[in-house]
């Protein structure tokens, strides 16, 4: 698996709605149970700006038994910025019905995850 910064969002395609991840543990319990319904499109953004794809993976014959194997991430190339980022928490915090988003304001990626979570506690 590909060294990710926690913590970091999920921003899920076609939706306003992103998802604050601590640690990895919280991805695992999230993709365990969403396995079958994510999107390839989806992707998860770390503290350090780097940008993952979900990928499903094939499923594998283990001793006759078929095992599907869980999603995984793929890093690509490109890198998430900071301008890139205010209008998605933007966008969250106005989907969460934060009256104000559009005085959020931030410097860092990690701020903007930061950002994510402290939006998550108040709704």
């Known amino acids: 698996m590909q060294h990710i910064h926690w913590p970091a969002i999920l921003q899920f395609d076609q939706d306003d709605e992103l998802m604050y991840l601590a640690n990895h543990q919280d991805w695992l319990s999230f993709i365990c149970a969403n396995q079958f319904t994510v999107c390839l499109h989806d992707k998860l ?70 950002t994510v979570a402290e939006l998550e506690q108040l709704y």
């Open 45 to 114: 953004i770390d503290t350090a700006g780097c940008i993952y794809h979900i990928e499903t993976a094939e499923q594998v014959d283990v001793a006759n038994n078929n095992v599907a194997q869980l999603p995984y991430l793929v890093k690509q190339d490109q890198q998430m910025n900071v301008l890139q980022m205010l209008p998605l928490v933007r966008q969250f915090g106005q989907f969460q019905g934060h009256c104000c988003s559009a005085k959020i304001i931030f410097t860092t990626v990690e701020q903007g995850i930061a």
